[in-house]
């Protein structure tokens, strides 16, 4: 009798950013060895090169148990031509060398674009395209109310409005220097509002884009204009409401509207992104110094982590975190500190 030995299945593994003990604060993050993802029918594997830090993770970091980031950058490395350069959303798994991602969620990076740049798109501009245009149905003309302004959400929306012919835009934030700075760059803010020292309250808006619900709820409403739409993205200061008047709903004919990405289906998801409108818009958007009607905002990395770590100097993308520095990029993104986009680059 002779025994055939049972082929044994090795499993390639990568690097990634895990979290120690599944989950936890800021300080479990590390960059550990585990399994890299094998694509099924569909689905590409991607290498990735960059990707993007979103308020989401912050919460998931306390709660998953698996590899954070939804969105990136960087090379197919099956499906597509190999080698192909790419950029899109998954549902997690993006702080790691490899990703598998839906093709239908995947994009081909355009050459104008840095892989950094790529990697700060997929969440924040399709989040606003479809709060903006979808639900907001914005038209020329419209004047908007753009909450927590200088979010990479925030920024998308702002532009992304003054591009289909907003007359105004009206954002808010906590800070002089974010204010400033969302009515300094090209197709930015018209208008700006202290939320926590001014009334950002203004009648006429035709559409707002809210992130904070409760504290801002009842201005929000009494801001809305007659046949106004309001798309809700988050609930920053808390969802309940303690009173209600219907009221103003009824007569101004306002529509009010919830809005998530990652819950929906990937049909759903994939139908949005190739749409030939969300495709319009996404060729539009330019890097920084790019000279597009919209484009992509990085957060600069701030002094007091590039002086602590003097490693950085010499990169060619100084504003960038390495991906060593994944704890650094979602302390400086819990303490709301980032105007524009935190992305991370994978090495
Ligand atoms: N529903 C969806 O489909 C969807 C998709 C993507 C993101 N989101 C949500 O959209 C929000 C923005 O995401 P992001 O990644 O662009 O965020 P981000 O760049 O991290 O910025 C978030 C900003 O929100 C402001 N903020 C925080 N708490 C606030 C409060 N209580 N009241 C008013 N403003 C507050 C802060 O700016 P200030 O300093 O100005 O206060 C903060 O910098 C997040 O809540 C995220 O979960 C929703």
Known sequence: MTCTPVPTVIMSKMHAVLIKDGQGPIENLYIGETDKPVPTKGQVLVKIVAFGINSMDHYQRQG????LGVEFSGRGVTRWAVGDEVFGLVGGGAYAEFVNCDEGLLLKKPG????VEA???????ITAYQALVKYGEVKKGDHVLVHAGASGVGIAAIQMARALGATTVTATASTTAK????????NGATHTVNYKTEDFAAEGVDVVI?????????KNVE??????????LATLSGSEVPAVNLGPILYKRLRIQGSTLRSRSLQYQTELISSLNFRDIIDKVTGANGGGPMRTYIHKVSTFFCSSHPVRH????????????IQSAHHEMADNKNSGKIVVEVQ
């Open 119 to 125: 990697a700060s798109i997929p969440e924040n501009y």
């Open 314 to 325: 010499g990169r060619t993308t100084p504003q960038v975190y390495p991906w060593a520095e």
């Open 223 to 232: 801001s809305l204009a007659i046949d106004g739409r309001m798309t809700i």
């Open 112 to 115: 104008h674009l840095s892989w």
């Open 210 to 218: 809210d992130f904070v619900g409760q504290s801002h709820w009842a």
């Open 64 to 67: 998953a148990s698996y590899i």
């Open 179 to 186: 204010l400033d700075w969302l009515r300094s760059i090209p």
